[in-house]
């Protein structure tokens, strides 16, 4: 139910809110100012409640963006980033997004498909097509839910 304290059965430490219950078996998740939407069956009741205070400023965020861009951006900075960004596209229901991470060496763009191997919500990545920003851009596609 909304408003229910929930750790995750991976990290107990960090006790997050219930905000929605969009679909059977799964339920949106706020653990400080990250929303994620997780199945119920990963999910334990927390002891106490976490503050109100994060969940209502996070719940005022407006929808994200359909594209990010870290361009200048270190490597690390450019992943937290594009991380946090990445599952809060995919709690509000993007199919998919584009990452800017522009042409340059091409360090910043490897670095991003690397990373992308691993994120367990991306079903796919390819670079822009002409139209897209071609090499400057990753259009990532995520799982269905």
Not at 31 to 47: I, P, Q, T, Y
Not at 74 to 85: E, F, Q, V
């Given at each position: 139910?909304?408003?229910?304290?929930?750790?995750?059965r991976?990290?107990p430490?960090?006790a997050?809110t219930?905000?929605?219950?969009?679909?059977?078996?799964h339920?949106?998740?706020?653990?400080?100012?990250?929303?994620?939407?997780?199945?119920?069956?990963?999910?334990?009741?927390?002891?106490?409640?976490p503050?109100?205070?994060?969940?209502?400023?996070?719940l005022?965020?407006?929808r994200?963006?359909?594209?990010i861009?870290?361009?200048g951006?270190?490597?690390d900075?450019?992943?937290k980033?594009?991380?946090?960004?990445?599952?809060?596209?995919?709690?509000?229901?993007?199919?998919?997004?584009?990452?800017?991470?522009?042409?340059?060496?091409?360090?910043?763009?490897?670095?991003?498909?690397?990373?992308l191997?691993?994120?367990?919500i991306?079903?796919s990545?390819?670079?822009?097509e002409?139209?897209?920003?071609?090499?400057?851009?990753?259009v990532?596609?995520?799982?269905?839910?």
């Amino acid at each position: 139910m909304p408003g229910d304290a929930v750790v995750l059965r991976e990290n107990p430490s960090q006790a997050g809110t219930v905000i929605d219950v969009p679909r059977e078996g799964h339920v949106t998740v706020a653990f400080g100012s990250m929303k994620m939407r997780v199945d119920l069956d990963a999910l334990d009741r927390a002891e106490t409640k976490p503050a109100k205070q994060s969940v209502s400023v996070h719940l005022q965020e407006e929808r994200p963006k359909s594209e990010i861009d870290v361009r200048g951006m270190y490597g690390d900075d450019a992943i937290k980033t594009i991380d946090n960004y990445l599952y809060e596209a995919y709690t509000a229901g993007f199919e998919r997004v584009d990452i800017i991470h522009g042409k340059g060496t091409g360090a910043l763009r490897k670095r991003v498909h690397e990373y992308l191997r691993d994120v367990r919500i991306v079903a796919s990545s390819r670079l822009g097509e002409w139209n897209e920003g071609t090499s400057g851009v990753t259009v990532v596609f995520f799982i269905e839910d």
